[in-house]
């Protein structure tokens, strides 16, 4: 599944992704798609599928803690929180 | 002046001496009344009037003491204050200095509380309308709590749990009286982070404290906490204290978490979960589309089935062809016999003997018919021939020359009488005429001439009506009483009154050299 993934999928929040996958594979499901689109719909949601997993992968934990600069900029530091 | 044996103090005596007098009878001192008027100074020593409905004290509290204050003192609200009474000898005036002070009981605290909900509800602030849904899936998830303590600990294990991620944690006081001022600031400071810039925008806020008295939740009580979490655009999650205890920012906030754990699970979905749905979605996906295939490669093969065979198709033609064929041959064959059998019949009919026969009869009958019109002509001809020999010899001249004769006098008499009668006539017609022409010079135009006016022609003799329409130029000729003189136009012509039922009255320049109404004067 290394194809290119389209730019709006790309964008797609991880819900919506999911959401229209369901769709599709309920499509496909039914059976009454005809074969052009079927391919081109199963495609869609292979690459759907695949935006959902990044989504997913992408799931590293990272705590900063905001630092207030005396300009009132705002800058991030590693949190090193006692109890960790 | 009377001798006493009274000391005589200072000013300064006195007021130190009432200063310790004050100061050690009620170094310690546990008052209750209503706040007054209550201000903060720049240093932060704060600045308060006590009373009940009979007396007011002053009071005040050093920065330390204030910052210590759970709650925000407020005009109104009743306290019991512990401190010591003292007394400031620059003006003499005592003031309690108070160590501590609390609200006077819950009752108090709820009664301000239910007041400012009810004024900031009147505002829509609480409006469901202004509720937003959670992302699903959020990227960065601000956090506005305490660094320290089990609060933010307890978010970020349950956000492990389900679905780790990145998470920014505005640190902030959660008690005392600059809680308020930085919770709020960190929520605003986390709607103003631009999307791109170096510290990511979260895309959902969770505003956390563990659990406390009523007094150590106060600080989410207050309006410009509530304000701020109402104005976020960021979906924000409220989670202060335990499920039973309510602050006016659970209000304010987009949903309410019953404890900060609460908060980090409505924050993220279960990632196994989701992997484990999308697993079985790609399972489905691939499966279905297999189906598909074979469903279609089904339908292909029995469509196919029902074809019939390509020879099958063209069997029936090839031998309807071959039978045409068969037959072409022998139709062709019959055809061209019949035709010449009908050439054979004409032939026989179209003989040099009948033909000559036929020219032969016809000639016969000519000459007969030409036989016929000559003796049908001298017949017609001879009885008229007779007729007019008759009416010539009936035709005599000299009967005619006497009717000549006789009518000849009778014009020459007639021509006698019209000669004398005409000689009569044109006597009394010249008569007639000599008046008439006196009557006409009477009524001549002549006349009018003489009295001013004049008659103007054209240069083919008509005359001449209108002015308006002569050009520039235009040669005219003036007839007056004594003679006749040739004028040319000079000027554009000056409309008059177009109807002379108009009164106008007469421009001095304009002086038309045919009057308007030249017609009438005849």
């Known amino acids: 599944m290394s194809e290119s993934t389209p730019q709006e999928i790309t964008n797609m929040p991880f819900e919506a992704a999911l959401a229209e996958l369901e769709r599709i594979v309920q499509k496909l499901e039914s059976g009454d798609v005809a074969l052009e689109e079927s391919i081109s719909i199963y495609e869609r949601g292979a690459a759907l599928r695949a935006h959902c997993e990044t989504k997913l992968k992408d799931a590293q934990a990272k705590v900063e803690k905001i630092m207030l600069g005396e300009d009132g900029k705002i800058s991030t530091a590693p949190a090193d929180l006692d109890a960790r | ?522």
């Open chain 2, 1 to 522: 002046m009377a001798i006493t044996n009274s000391p005589e103090y200072s000013v300064s005596e006195l007021s130190n001496a009432l200063k310790r007098t004050v100061e050690e009878t009620y170094d310690h001192v546990r008052v209750r009344g209503e706040l007054g008027r209550v201000t903060v100074a720049k240093s932060g020593h704060v600045y308060l009037d006590m009373k009940d409905d009979k007396a007011v004290i002053d009071a005040i509290m050093w920065k330390g003491v204030a910052s210590q204050l759970s709650f925000r003192p407020e005009e109104g609200l009743e306290v019991v204050a512990t401190g010591r009474l003292s007394t400031f000898p620059g003006r003499s005036k005592y003031q309690i200095i108070i160590e501590k002070m609390e609200p006077a009981g819950a009752g108090a605290l709820m009664a301000l509380l239910e007041e400012r909900k009810k004024k900031l509800a009147a505002e829509g602030l609480f409006s469901p309308d202004r509720k937003r849904a959670l992302p699903f899936l959020p990227r960065v998830i601000g956090v506005v709590t305490s660094p320290t303590g089990a609060v933010i600990r307890d978010i970020l294990h349950r956000l492990d749990d389900r679905f780790p991620r990145h998470v920014l944690l505005w640190p902030v006081l959660v008690q005392g009286d600059k809680a308020a001022e930085q919770i709020a600031a960190a929520i605003e400071g986390f709607n103003a982070i631009m999307p791109g810039g170096a510290v990511p925008r979260p895309d959902l806020l969770i505003v956390a404290r563990g659990g406390g008295s009523i007094e150590d939740l106060w600080c989410f009580n207050e309006e410009i906490v509530v304000r701020a979490a109402a104005a976020s655009e960021i979906p924000l999650i409220s989670a202060v204290g335990h499920e039973t205890d309510t602050t006016l920012i659970d209000y304010a906030s987009d949903r309410r978490a019953p404890t900060p754990t609460g908060a980090a699970e409505m924050a993220v979905p279960v990632r196994l979960d989701l992997l484990e749905r999308l697993d079985g979605q790609r399972q489905r996906l691939g499966a279905a589309l297999l189906r598909t295939l074979e469903h279609k490669g089904a339908d292909l093969r029995a469509a196919a089935r029902g074809l019939p065979r390509p020879d099958s198709l063209i069997a029936d033609k090839t031998q309807s062809l071959d039978y045409l064929q068969r037959r072409l041959g022998p139709a062709l064959q019959s055809g061209m016999e019949r035709r010449a059998n009908r050439l054979a019949l004409l032939e026989v009919r179209l003989r040099p003997e009948a033909m000559a026969r036929d020219v032969a009869e016809r000639m016969r009958r000519l000459e007969d018919l030409s036989r016929r019109l000559k003796a049908g002509l001298s017949q017609q001809i001879a009885p008229r021939r007779q007729g007019l020999q008759a009416s010539a010899q009936r035709l005599v001249p000299q009967r005619l020359a006497r009717m000549t004769k006789d009518k000849g006098d009778a014009l020459s008499q007639m021509m006698a009488r019209l000669g004398r009668a005409g000689q009569a006539q044109s006597k009394a017609q010249a008569l007639r005429l000599k008046s008439l022409s006196s009557q006409l010079e009477a009524y001549s135009y002549q006349g009018t001439l003489q009295r001013g006016f004049a008659l103007v022609r054209d240069e083919a003799g008509h005359v001449v009506r209108e002015g308006r329409a002569l050009a520039y130029g235009t040669g005219l000729s003036l007839t007056f009483g004594d003679a006749t003189r040739q004028v040319q136009v000079l000027g554009e012509g000056d409309v008059i009154a177009p109807s002379p039922s108009v009164k106008s009255k007469p421009r001095a320049k304009a002086k038309p050299q045919t009057p308007p109404e030249q017609g009438s004067l005849f």
